[in-house]
């Protein structure tokens, strides 16, 4: 039977309480209809559960990275991608307004780094007030951070920054040994310290255990702050990487994540990212159901294929939801 104070803690979104492995696993091994009773109440308290925000993310530089991270295509460990120089400030600029046409109310921007260069630091900084100026918030991953570049992001107007930590601390160095866990949390407090919003999930299907998804969740909770954005990524098993042929992720154990990021984290927003194309109507009607409320669009996803406009806006008018609207600065 499910323990009296992590029930208590659940029901009310409760972050007073430090959140363990065995009282996290409690809720996830619930029986699925009650698992998903519990989150999507949490949810329909937080938010409106018939909306869903709506992000474009741009590649502003593609492959070369120095990490080994195993799941990605864009390491300079891995084979087949050629690697790009930053994009110039003019063709993030028209990117973004595309974006903006399509319904996206963020927009994000990522590139393969191990960590920005102080000569890329301007042109960064030109690409989060360009964006911005349109009315849409400004996200960027760029690789770890110290907490100088994080102040200089933060006073050019940045509004997220995302930094994933992947999956549990016990199951990190079998997906990457560049860097550490410690190093990914560093940034992250970095990012925090300097006010900038924190985006922070990580990846299911590069060979973890529940234990290890469950404990992710667990690290990402506890943290001071939990992130604002818990984006949950499907692995999509990319060529020439390490982990091009891991075994699939069952699908109800993807949801059951969804629904106990949504029951740990009530107030963040969950994000259905990376592998939604392997992602059936109903597996994704579910996860909304469960408490994700955020997805990004567009036909790619950094290096992988994302579902694309068409798809997503047939899907959210089936399920009667509506995407988030842009607030446009200086109007009510």
């Not at 009310?12 to 809720?27: H, K, N, P, Q, V």
């Not at 960590?115 to 849409?136: C, F, N, Q, T, Y």
């Not at 930094?163 to 550490?180: A, M």
């Not at 107030?267 to 109903?282: F, N, P, Y």
Request: charge should be negative; proline fraction near 5%.
């Amino acid at each position: 039977m499910l323990k009296t104070e992590v029930a208590k803690a659940a029901e009310r979104g409760s972050a007073e309480s430090r959140w363990t492995l065995d009282s996290a696993r409690e809720l996830y091994d619930l029986p699925f209809n009650d698992l998903l009773y519990r989150s999507h109440g949490i949810h329909r308290a937080n938010f409106d559960p018939n909306e869903v925000q709506l992000s474009k993310l741009l590649n502003i530089k593609t492959g070369g990275c120095p990490e080994d991270c195993g799941y990605c295509s864009q390491s300079a460990h891995a084979s087949g991608l050629v690697a790009s120089k930053l994009m110039k400030l003019d063709d993030v600029m028209s990117e973004a307004r595309k974006a903006k046409e399509s319904g996206a109310t963020r927009y994000c921007m990522g590139a393969a780094w191990r960590s920005p260069k102080a000569r890329d630091e301007a042109a960064i900084v030109a690409m989060v007030k360009g964006v911005k100026s349109l009315g849409l918030e400004t996200c960027m991953t760029l690789g770890m951070l110290s907490s100088e570049q994080a102040e200089t992001f933060a006073d050019a107007g940045l509004d997220y920054y995302n930094h994933n930590v992947d999956t549990s601390e016990r199951f990190y160095p079998e997906v990457i040994t560049t860097r550490s866990f410690s190093d990914r949390l560093e940034t992250l407090a970095h990012v925090r310290e300097a006010g900038i919003k924190v985006c922070s999930g990580g990846i299911l299907g590069m060979g973890e255990t529940v234990d290890d998804r469950i404990d992710m969740l667990v690290t990402l909770a506890n943290l001071p702050e939990p992130p604002e954005s818990v984006p949950i990524n499907l692995l999509i098993p990319m060529p020439g990487t390490r982990m091009a042929n891991v075994d699939p992720v069952d699908p109800i154990e993807f949801i059951r994540i969804i629904a106990l990021a949504r029951l740990m984290m009530p107030a963040s927003s969950v994000r259905l990212t990376a592998g939604r194309t392997a992602m059936s109507d109903e597996m994704q009607a579910l996860c909304f159901f469960a408490g994700a409320n955020s997805i990004f669009i567009g036909d790619t996803l950094l290096t992988a294929a994302n579902p694309g406009n068409d798809r997503d806006s047939n899907l959210l008018a089936r399920l009667g939801m509506t995407a988030t609207s842009l607030e446009i600065p200086g109007e009510c």
